[in-house]
């Protein structure tokens, strides 16, 4: 038996596979195109795309969202444990998650989601105190919000100009690490804004219902009814309305289908949860390594651009746009996959991933040694 909590462990790992293979086709293809934009496309492509759309757009990203908040719950745990100031150590955890989503959205990759958590996370520092049932109402009421922003965005504002996109491959195809770095720096510092309105309002509605699970106790009891009613009443529709909707952005009505997307995008996630929490059982010897290693998901999240970055982009393999959407999103799950063999080497000779360590440091830079520095007779 164990008393940790064992579903955030699940939940990482499952969506660090779904995030991936959503990433996969804004560094493998055309920002703002994505799978559509890919200059080579079988049967199997469509298939492919069909089913990431289907199965993960906007799903994972609301499973991380919810374990942020999830996150923040244990860390005030954690702190009030140990007598340290939580907001201190919060105020620099977010910076810490500013600088390494800066440094990711300029060198690697223009969609990053950390400078966006760092952002709208610290409105949650200032919600933590609240009851469970106000941080519900409030959560739903920023998914629903999300829902009308996104809608009017997707059916208001126009593609991206033509002259971006001849910009980008030209870089992707032929520019150097320098070029390339620069304008992956200038594209994110345009892109940041829109990031915000579209996916800003959404992660803090999942920051709240993260952060409200650990509050409750739900986190702590995946046998709980509520998973089981999610299970029941969210994951079938869920499932089956993300699917029709992906297929009809697909084949039909790209516009409408994204929208509707959007829409259902809650309820499958909400069905996920309640999947994760059934399969949240003691896992074995094997499983409980890959667990660990999948508890690293700072680093693995980034080591993931690292290396597909470096595969698609001129400066590296050169592989932008010249493969079809089936195999880049193989690519992502076969990196994926590798990164988390990495970290079970690396988890076994170390308590925290290398970027878990980085963020560390600067969440306890000249907090924690003071904080635990004893106080003698007669100082002051």
């Known amino acids: 038996m164990t008393d940790r909590a064992l579903m955030p462990d699940y939940l990482r790992l499952l969506a660090l596979f779904g995030i991936v293979v959503v990433n996969v086709q804004f560094m493998a293809f055309p920002m703002s195109e994505g799978f559509d934009g890919a200059s080579r496309q079988a049967p199997v492509d469509g298939v492919a795309v069909w089913l990431v759309n289907g199965l993960a757009y906007l799903k994972t990203y609301g499973l991380f969202s919810f374990m942020f908040g999830v996150g923040l719950a ?51 520092y200032f919600w933590r105190r609240w009851p469970v049932a106000r941080l519900l109402r409030i959560g739903v009421a920023l998914l629903v919000i999300q829902l009308l922003i996104s809608a009017a965005v997707i059916a208001l504002v126009p593609s991206a100009p033509s002259d971006i996109a001849d910009l980008e491959r030209q870089f992707m195809t032929d520019g150097s690490l320098v070029e390339t770095v620069v304008f992956r720096s200038i594209a994110f510092a345009i892109l940041m804004p829109i990031l915000l309105i579209f996916q800003g309002f959404s992660a803090l509605g999942w920051f709240c219902l993260g952060l409200a699970a650990v509050r409750s106790g739900l986190i702590d009891r995946p046998d709980h009814p509520l998973w089981q009613r999610a299970r029941r009443l969210c994951l079938i529709p869920g499932v089956v309305l993300s699917l029709g909707a992906a297929a009809l952005m697909q084949w039909y009505d790209e516009r409408l289908g994204e929208i509707l997307t959007i829409i259902v995008a809650p309820l499958a996630t909400v069905g996920y949860l309640g999947l994760i929490a059934a399969i949240a059982r003691l896992p074995g010897p094997v499983l409980s390594r890959v667990l660990a ?87 002051s």
């Not at 690293?296 to 959407?325: E, M, N, R």
């Not at 089936?326 to 308590?351: D, E, K, N, P, Q």
């Open 74 to 124: 244990f860390q005030m745990r954690s702190a009030e444990r140990r007598h340290l100031p939580f907001g201190s150590l919060y105020r620099n955890r977010m910076i810490g998650l500013l600088l390494l989503g800066v440094a990711h959205g300029c060198l690697l990759f223009i969609g990053d989601i950390l400078a966006v958590y760092a952002i709208v996370g610290t409105v949650l």
């Open 293 to 379: 290693a999948g508890g690293a998901s700072l680093s693995i999240y980034l080591g993931q651009s690292i290396v597909l970055s470096t595969l698609f982009a001129a400066y590296g393999f050169g592989l932008w746009d010249a493969v079809g959407p089936a195999v880049a999103v193989l690519m992502a799950l076969g990196v994926t996959a590798v990164l988390i063999g990495l970290l079970i080497v690396w988890r076994s000779r170390f308590a925290l991933g290398p970027f878990e360590w980085v963020l560390r440091k600067i969440t306890r830079f000249r907090v924690v040694a003071r904080s635990e520095t004893p106080v003698t007779p007669g100082s």
